[in-house]
């Protein structure tokens, strides 16, 4: 039986996102850049947190053919860390600046939608990624595995879903990140 449908809200409510089935991963990522992302988003007006205590920010990803926006699309608003130069797009409910989802202009297959949006559903954490960046002061647990990277594991789970998205009859439902 498949898994249920998960819906991810931003905080007041009036934009949601729902992701279908199993997620591809749940992961918490320590790079520079999801660093970098979440204090960007964190220093607009009245902000939620978006990184975790420890410094990592947790997504949940599933295919793109499987995340749809269900309510206030016209809501979403993509940052990028570089202006215009990089495909990566964090983006965020502007009613009340909520971290929804990061998605790309092109490549990735995926959506990463934020774990802390989908509450008290949101898949268990799998791994913490990319943890080479993390704080030095920051010591973190072995409840789950700890990557310096991005390990093998990921990596075949990720191109697993590309392959089973190929041949799947789904169509990709969440339209293009809007443009900052």
């Known amino acids: 039986?498949?898994?249920?449908?998960?819906?991810?809200?931003?905080?007041?409510?009036?934009?949601?996102?729902?992701?279908?089935?199993?997620?591809?991963?749940?992961?918490?990522?320590?790079?520079?850049?999801?660093?970098?992302?979440?204090?960007?988003?964190?220093?607009?007006?009245?902000a939620q947190r978006v990184a975790d205590p420890d410094g990592g920010t947790g997504y949940a990803l599933y295919r793109r053919d499987r995340v749809a926006c269900t309510r206030g699309a016209e809501l979403l608003k993509g940052y990028k860390l570089d202006g215009r130069t990089t495909p990566t797009n964090r983006v965020v409910a502007t009613c009340c600046h909520t971290a929804m989802f990061v998605n790309f202009d092109r490549g990735p297959h995926w959506i990463s939608v934020y774990r802390a949006r989908l509450g008290e559903h949101a898949p268990p954490l799998q791994m913490r990624i990319c943890t080479r960046f993390k704080p030095d002061t920051i010591v973190l647990s072995d409840d789950v595995p700890n990557h310096p990277g991005y390990p093998p594991a990921l990596v075949v789970k990720l191109l697993a879903s590309r392959v089973a998205m190929l041949f799947s009859r789904s169509s990709p439902t969440m339209p293009p990140a809007p443009r900052t």
């Open 1 to 46: 039986m498949p898994a249920p449908a998960l819906t991810a809200s931003c905080v007041c409510g009036r934009v949601e996102v729902t992701a279908a089935g199993t997620p591809i991963a749940s992961a918490a990522c320590y790079c520079r850049d999801c660093q970098k992302g979440a204090r960007q988003i964190e220093a607009l007006p009245n």
